[in-house]
DNA sequence: ATTTGTGCAAAGAGTTTGCAACCAT
DNA sequence: ATGGTTGCAAACTCTTTGCACAAAT
């Protein structure tokens, strides 16, 4: 079992559920996956290309698990699909392309700023912050000017 | 009828539509709702409460037509839902409210700083952005300090 | 008059849930 | 053994669509 494999199955049981098989299918998924953002359904798609013994329903009742023990983040994109990615904690926001919805992490985050204005200028109490930016990847504006 | 009524009619007759009962419904709802931000759920809920000639599909077909147009604006939330608010031409970004989902606007935006960011670490070419932060408002702090 | 728009009902996509059987610890 | 977990099917929510009739310019 990998390390980050463990790191689960600690969590899991400190949150009191188990590393089932189905649950490994899950995480086998979203850490394998070329794909840096996931749906419930492409990762669905995943499990039946390669006949994966793992119903939809579980898949949605899974992600909801994990994502409360944190071993998952979930990004809802602007399209209004549901997106999730492994949590490995380092905090990051996203590239997302228009044309192939494929996402790209960059380092980058106003949060700093974001939050002097905040307190500046508002009465506002912030908890999280969501920032994406949407374009055209590298491959796509390649094939987007040859069309 | 209203200057930004004017507009809208101009608007949609420059891309080939009428200026209806029910559009104008809509837009209305928008124009005076105390929310920033409405889904269509919300909106279709104050036509009912209000009795108007107004039917759900019709808010549906009529958002899509009003945002084709350019006069309304679509936010997807965080949590999958869609909103809409009404075009001002005034570039901004959400505080949304995580207990009464209610959004203030504010005026700092991010833009710059990403640009550059992004011109000298990525090939990604960006076209648009979103960024929202979710936190508890002045009048929900209150409450929650309360219970 | 003509073309766009509407109401109604039905279909679709994505997601959630109840229940009996099953499995990880 | 037993409490969490799964598969299945059905339900649910949000959104979209086809069609005959209605309305705006």
Redesign the pocket.
């Known amino acids: 079992m990998s390390h980050e494999m463990d790191h689960c ?1 600690q969590r ?1 049981k400190t949150m ?8 490994k299918i899950i995480i086998d998924i979203l850490l394998s996956s070329r794909k840096h953002l996931m ?3 492409q990762i669905y798609e995943e499990v039946r290309k390669n006949n994966l ?6 898949v ?3 992600l ?2 994990l994502l409360e023990c944190g071993l998952i983040k979930k990004v809802a994109l602007q399209d ?3 997106s999730y990615e492994y949590n490995r904690h380092d905090h990051h926001h996203h590239l997302i392309c228009l044309h192939c919805k494929d996402a790209e992490m960059i380092d980058y985050c106003p949060y700093n700023e974001i939050n002097r204005h905040i307190e500046e200028h508002t009465n506002f109490f912030p908890v999280e912050h969501r920032f994406e930016i949407y374009g055209y990847c590298e491959k796509c504006r390649e094939i987007i000017k040859r069309d």
Chains 1, 2 share one sequence.
């Open positions: 199955q899991l009191g559920y188990k590393l089932t098989k189905q649950r749906t419930a359904g013994p793992l119903n939809f329903s579980t949605y009742r899974n909801e698990t209004g699909t549901a």
